[in-house]
């Protein structure tokens, strides 16, 4: 992809929906590739402009199935870490390419990865060996979103605010710092919207402020954590009910 292909793709997803469709190992609805492509054929039917896919083997399986463009990455999980990385090597990054996404995706926090180096500091590699990839930077704050653009992110995103030291606390989406990004990296990256977005109402906030697109991942296709936001709720509510009925009939504690 030259820069005209990669601008022409970027101009033709401008303003939608990107929905995430991930399973992974453990998840109650994982089962391989099957339920992830079914998510990105209703995201297609709906009317989404791309899908974001975690793993070669799921992207794949998504390429083959529908016709939007992919964001790809591939979570990894260490021994000697905590937490999961987003394609921390050019390796995984080559797969992604090579499975069909044509937008890798990449943790580019400062945090360190698996040798001890910035993850963030896989820009530049991605950029040299798959020069026609688009890199979408997920970053926590807008220190770390303008050093991917320096690095050579096309696109920064908020993916990981609220899951990094420096964001701890932050109740995401912090459209303040949000709206910052958009007003002061326009003309230089594009800024899409990335991480707790649940109702459609606060995806268009996001567009408002500037962003390119909006991405939403569990407000869509984690049927067990929007069954679970319901079950919380009634639970609370349930308790309450409970308490109010001990006190009407007069079984409470103290009588
Ligand atoms: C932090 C992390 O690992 N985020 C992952 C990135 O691909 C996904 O698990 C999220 O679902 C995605 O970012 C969309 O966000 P939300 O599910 O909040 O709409």
């Known amino acids: 992809m030259n820069i005209d292909r990669k601008k022409a793709l970027l101009d033709q997803m401008r303003g939608g929906l990107i929905v995430s469709c991930q399973t992974q190992p453990g998840d109650v609805i994982h089962d391989g590739t099957n339920t992830v492509v079914l998510m990105a054929k209703a995201a297609e039917w709906a009317g989404a402009v791309g899908i974001r896919s975690n793993s070669p083997e799921q992207v794949k399986a998504i390429h083959e199935a529908v016709n939007l463009p992919i964001i790809g990455l591939h979570k990894i999980k260490y021994d000697c870490l905590d937490d999961v990385i987003m ?3 050019i390796e995984h990054a ?3 390419w090579e499975a069909g996404a044509r937008i890798i995706a990449l943790d580019s926090t400062q945090m360190l990865n698996h040798i001890g180096k910035p993850r963030c500091d896989l820009i530049p590699i991605i ?4 020069p026609e990839a688009i890199i979408f930077a997920d970053i926590d704050t807008y220190d770390n979103a303008l050093h991917a653009i320096e690095l050579g992110a096309d696109i920064v995103a908020p993916t990981m605010c609220g899951y990094t030291k420096a964001t701890e606390g932050i109740e995401p989406p912090d459209l303040r710092e949000f ?5 002061d990296f326009k003309g230089r990256a594009e800024v899409i919207m990335e991480g707790h977005i649940y109702t459609p109402e606060d995806a268009m906030k996001a567009i408002y402020l500037g962003a390119h697109s909006v991405v939403v991942g569990s407000a869509i296709t984690r049927p067990q954590l929007i069954t679970k936001r ?3 709720l009634l639970g609370g509510l349930q308790d309450n009910w409970r308490d109010a009925e001990k006190t009407w009939t007069g079984i409470t504690t103290n009588a």
């Open 87 to 89: 394609t921390p090597t």
């Open 94 to 96: 080559i797969a992604l």
């Open 127 to 130: 950029k040299k060996e798959l």
């Open 179 to 183: 709206a910052r990004m958009c007003r």
């Open 230 to 232: 319901f079950v919380d």
